[in-house]
């Protein structure tokens, strides 16, 4: 779905089936944000495929945070022209994993390595300008990306329509996922999109999201 002029998001919408929201930015440096679960990838293929868009032409692959469901699909672009980005923290995080990614899914850490560690602040992507801001809580190393020219803000697993990120998970804080989201709350955002479910939409909404999670979900973290 076309959320603005040349930003697309591929939704997931079952709710049997684990994988994250992607988005595609087709600007003057291709991104794609979240390619999700490997052997998942169709709907992030079959939506570049209806853009007549092939993996080649992606420039840039960021990730929000080292949850496999978010990360894995990197993979497929290891031998291709895109540069790999993920936060140095969350960087960190999945080498600890290693074995354990290695033995339960089959990754490999050579196949996910990004090109590009992140840290807190300016990312500049050609003509296009983000502001990757630090946001743990949900996991280490999580870090959402804002694109001010837009005001869209790419939440990853730290806040959803109606709700916000899971802290049972290894390295889950529910007391820095508060904070992160404070922070986010800050931002001037029209378009919330977030690592799963529906993308929130309008300044107004998004506010109200916020207030709500705020006011409501912070009770049970």
């Given at each position: 779905?076309?959320?603005?002029?040349?930003?697309?998001?591929?939704?997931?919408?079952?709710?049997?089936?684990?994988?994250?929201?992607?988005?595609?930015?087709?600007?003057?440096?291709?991104?794609?944000?979240?390619?999700?679960?490997?052997?998942?990838?169709?709907?992030?293929?079959?939506?570049?495929?209806?853009?007549?868009?092939?993996?080649?032409?992606?420039?840039?692959?960021?990730?929000?945070?080292?949850?496999p469901d978010h990360?894995?699909?990197?993979?497929?672009?290891?031998?291709?022209?895109?540069?790999?980005?993920?936060?140095?923290?969350?960087?960190?995080?999945?080498?600890?994993?290693?074995?354990?990614?290695?033995?339960?899914?089959?990754?490999?850490?050579?196949?996910?390595?990004?090109?590009?560690?992140?840290?807190?602040?300016?990312?500049?992507?050609?003509?296009?300008?983000?502001?990757?801001?630090?946001?743990?809580?949900?996991?280490?190393?999580?870090?959402?990306?804002?694109?001010?020219?837009?005001?869209?803000?790419?939440?990853?697993?730290?806040?959803?329509?109606?709700?916000?990120?899971?802290?049972?998970?290894?390295?889950?804080?529910?007391?820095?996922?508060?904070?992160?989201?404070?922070?986010?709350?800050?931002?001037?955002?029209?378009?919330?999109?977030?690592?799963h479910g529906e993308?929130?939409?309008?300044?107004?909404?998004?506010?109200?999201?916020?207030?709500?999670?705020?006011?409501?979900?912070?009770?049970?973290?």
């Open positions: 779905m076309q959320i603005v002029e040349n930003l697309h998001a591929f939704v997931w919408e079952s709710t049997t089936t684990n994988n994250c929201n992607t988005y595609f930015i087709d600007g003057p440096t291709r991104v794609l944000i979240d390619p999700g679960h490997a052997h998942l990838f169709d709907l992030v293929q079959n939506g570049l495929d209806a853009l007549d868009v092939a993996l080649d032409d992606i420039d840039l692959v960021i990730c929000t945070h080292p949850h990360i894995e699909a990197v993979r497929f672009f290891k031998d291709r022209p895109a540069k790999t980005a993920l936060y140095e923290e969350a960087w960190q995080v999945i080498q600890g994993m290693a074995s354990h990614l290695k033995a339960a899914m089959g990754i490999e850490l050579d196949d996910i390595a990004p090109d590009i560690l992140l840290r807190e602040g300016e990312l500049n992507a050609a003509k296009i300008e983000f502001q990757v801001i630090y946001t743990p809580g949900h996991a280490p190393g999580s870090a959402c990306i804002y694109w001010p020219a837009k005001k869209a803000l790419f939440s990853g697993d730290v806040i959803f329509k109606q709700g916000l990120g899971r802290t049972d998970l290894p390295g889950g804080d529910g007391a820095r996922l508060k904070e992160s989201i404070r922070r986010l709350a800050e931002l001037d955002v029209d378009y919330l999109l977030s690592g993308v929130v939409a309008g300044k107004g909404a998004v506010d109200a999201n916020f207030k709500e999670v705020i006011e409501t979900w912070f009770n049970y973290i």
